[in-house]
């Protein structure tokens, strides 16, 4: 039985940063990739970080040089620093592990574990 905890979220104002957090219990996270995922309403869920086991990272064009992934193994725990927020940013935002990892491309396929996730609203 392993967790994943997202927190960090909260409202900033466009142009402005938060960094997220995703910590594990019940195993490393440095044994799996861990990707980070976001729903804003009305649209699906679209993967947009992953740092993998030796600790490479992809990231989706559209956050690509302004948010950034990176991992405390000490903490066990995976970050997402978000910097020059958009209102488009709006959404929840998730971490999972074991996802397909790729410039572009993060997807994870027949998880059913979803947490909480938590909330990053980005106003005007």
């Known amino acids: 039985q392993f967790d994943l905890v997202e927190s960090g979220g909260g409202l900033v104002q466009a142009g402005g940063s938060l960094r997220l957090s995703c910590a594990a219990s019940?195993?490393?996270?440095?044994?799996?990739?861990i990707g980070w995922f976001r729903q804003a309403p009305g649209k699906e869920r679209e993967g947009i970080a992953c740092?993998?086991?030796?600790?490479?990272?992809y990231y989706l064009d559209s956050v690509k040089g302004r948010f950034t992934v990176s991992r405390d193994n000490a903490k066990n725990t995976v970050y997402l620093q978000m910097s020059s927020l958009k209102p488009e940013d709006t959404a929840i935002y998730y971490c999972?592990?074991?996802?397909?990892?790729?410039?572009?491309?993060?997807?994870?396929?027949?998880?059913?574990?979803w947490g909480q996730g938590t909330q990053v609203t980005v106003s005007t």
């Open positions: 999972a592990p074991d996802p397909l990892c790729l410039d572009n491309i993060i997807v994870v396929t027949h998880y059913d574990y």
């Open positions: 019940g195993f490393i996270l440095d044994t799996r990739h």
């Open positions: 740092i993998s086991r030796p600790g490479h990272t």
